[in-house]
């Protein structure tokens, strides 16, 4: 939004009861309410969640379907810098954003629709990760609940299989990356900003050419390890190395490794 986020305060209870209550009311499912609080954190994260609900209750309760915590305060692994994620699902068309400030904590509100929502399990790269551990707080006639469940359906699948010529287009893609990187060796602050495009290009890439779905970044170097020892020794040497040669160097090793399968586009003179 234009103006910044928007900060709650005790937003009004609109007449017909439509505001969500705190947890524990019938309006809510025994095991949908947040978590009961273990400490101050927690505590905090449980009220943030209930306000939010109910802003959102009160600003779409015409055609809301459902809302839907995700990230992390529906896995109970919030952090003093994480902010809450809420997927609203809404009977008609609608693709917008909004963010809006509960007590200390940043509130991130998709608003989708419903339907809308299901065509993109098929083709986002992340509704279904996203989905995977995420809680439904309130819905209406299981809207929530289906598409949680087709979420971990479309999750057991795998993301989609890449045909050689997509292979061959991201290969030239990240490798574009490097070149631009190491062209740029005179001026080491832009030749380190393009290493670092190359890096996220090249870890994505992994993703893709391996089957994999994307770890969250706090995890990438970690996953990649698990699945790739050579791959993930690579990275670490060109994430912590302080000489430019050398992170470039390394960088062009990754790009060996990570595509010594796929062929250079074909040679047409």
Do not use: C
């Not at 990240?174 to 001026?187: F, N």
């Amino acid at each position: 939004m234009d103006d910044g986020p928007i900060e709650l305060g005790a937003p009004q209870i609109p007449s017909d009861g439509s505001a969500v209550a705190p947890p524990g009311d019938p309006l809510l499912p025994t095991d949908a309410a947040p978590a009961p609080a273990k400490d101050d954190s927690a505590s905090e994260s449980a009220q943030v969640i209930a306000k939010a609900v109910r802003y959102v209750k009160a600003k779409r309760g015409g055609d809301l379907a459902a809302v839907i915590l995700a990230g992390s305060a529906a896995r109970d692994a919030m952090t003093s810098h994480s902010d809450v994620d809420l997927l609203v699902l809404v009977l008609g068309a609608d693709n917008s954003h909004e963010l809006v400030r509960v007590l200390s904590r940043i509130v991130e509100i998709r608003y989708l629709g419903a339907s809308e929502a299901e065509e993109q399990l098929n083709t986002s790269p992340r509704l279904p990760i996203i989905l995977r551990k995420a809680r439904v707080l309130y819905e209406l006639e299981a809207a929530g609940s289906q598409l949680l469940q087709k979420a971990h359906a479309r999750f057991r699948q795998g993301p989609p299989s890449l045909t050689i010529h997509e292979k061959i287009r991201l290969r030239a893609t990240v490798l574009h990356w490097l070149g631009k990187a190491e062209d740029q060796q005179a001026d080491p602050a832009i030749a380190r900003h393009l290493l670092s495009l190359f890096l996220d290009e090249a870890m994505s890439a992994f993703y893709q050419l391996r089957g994999f779905w994307p770890a969250s970044p706090v995890e990438q170097i970690r996953f990649i390890s698990q699945r790739d020892h050579v791959m993930g020794e690579f990275l670490q040497q060109a994430f912590t190395a302080t000489d430019l040669a050398d992170q470039l160097a390394t960088a062009r090793r990754i790009a060996d490794h990570l595509f010594k399968d796929i062929p250079a586009p074909a040679r047409i003179d």
